[in-house]
């Protein structure tokens, strides 16, 4: 299958040498190409060029993109959207007074869509789940990871696992699963946490790696959940049997988690709301991607990621959505990537750069996406008509989204 897109107004992201990620100043540039073509054969990005140089060989279709752009699809690092129901009452609670905190303590918050997981069965969680993934496809994102911890047991661990198996085996987008484990202390397990932390340890993590469920291994390192002794337990176990850390830090508070995450060889530190000098410094000339969840600190309310002082000391930043029913049910990475031009101020080259390319590196996948590079999977965001790029973050709330190919094929057009 061989496919033609011609009179591209702009192509976006265009890379002639594979990059591993953008950092720093590197970010404020977006390479593009104007009144382009492009072509795409048997799911690769085999040619692209300005329309003087477009080919005449015989296509077997072509896509006429008078007026729009085309780009890398969204490439989304970090949610959890493997869940049961939703927690539209706590949103409530929260709407009159209580903290996200509060609720968690409650036995809310987490506990809440591990109950309702643990009830729910596989099929229906499955068929619950693919329609967020489907919505997202919809909204351009071509790659995903997606982690466990809504189960907090062996079983409904293994149960969101296998979820994430069946949508990677039944769609074409990139999906990478992290088993979370430690998201949460399970109420059986609230007077003895070390027990929760060796059943981890012990029992789940060989079980998934026999079963070879997930990729990366994930911890909640935070105040009231794991601390970075269970951290880098965790993780070194995690690591015997070859998962790679990818983890939750400084969402609430500062306490060294990012200092782990480094020392652990971390893909990624996420969320980074509550940054120390310290934190950026550690960060600095490693392979560990910083990941901002700027839809979390707008529905929670809770700061942002300090993007500006991160990327003007001279580090890359990623952009993902967090989707999950607790901090940020929604998976728009259009919404995300416009939130952090509004609120983190910054701009839409280094945003489009972060949800792209530092997107694909922080779920290992910069060597086949992430960017328009000949090689690369043809999975690519044809926009409608639009004036300029800027235009993507500057109308918040819309979809520019026209059509999404995914291994150079049409989806949900
Ligand atoms: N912070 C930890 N985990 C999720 C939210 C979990 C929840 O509230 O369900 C997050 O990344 O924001
Ligand atoms: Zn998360």
Known sequence: MKILFKNIKELL????EPIKFVSGKDMSILPTIKHAFLVAENGLILDFGTMDDCPSASFDAIIDCTGKMVMPTWCDSHTHLVYAGNREGEFVDRIN?????????NGGGILNSAKVLQETSEEELYNQSKVRLEEIIKLGTGAVEIKSGYGLSVAAELKMLSVIKRLKENYPIEIKATLLGAHAVPKEFKDDKNAYVDLVINELIPKVAEENLAEYIDVFCETGYFSVEDTTRILQAGKQYGLIPKIHVNQFTAVGGVQVG??????????????REEDIKVLKDTNTMPVALPGCSYFLSIPYTPARKMIDAGLPLALATDYNPGSAPSGNMNFVVSTACVKMKMTPE??????TINGAYAMGL?????????GKLANMIITKPINSFGVI???FGQSHVESVFVKGRPLFT
């Open 262 to 275: 480094v020392e652990q060889h971390a893909l990624s530190v996420d969320h980074l709301e509550e940054m």
């Open 393 to 395: 973050p500057y109308s």
């Open 13 to 16: 992201q265009v890379r002639n």
């Open 97 to 105: 007074g209580l903290t996200y905190e509060e609720i968690a303590n």
């Open 350 to 355: 280094e945003a489009i750069n972060a949800a």
């Open 366 to 374: 910069h060597d086949k996406l992430g960017s328009i590079t000949k």
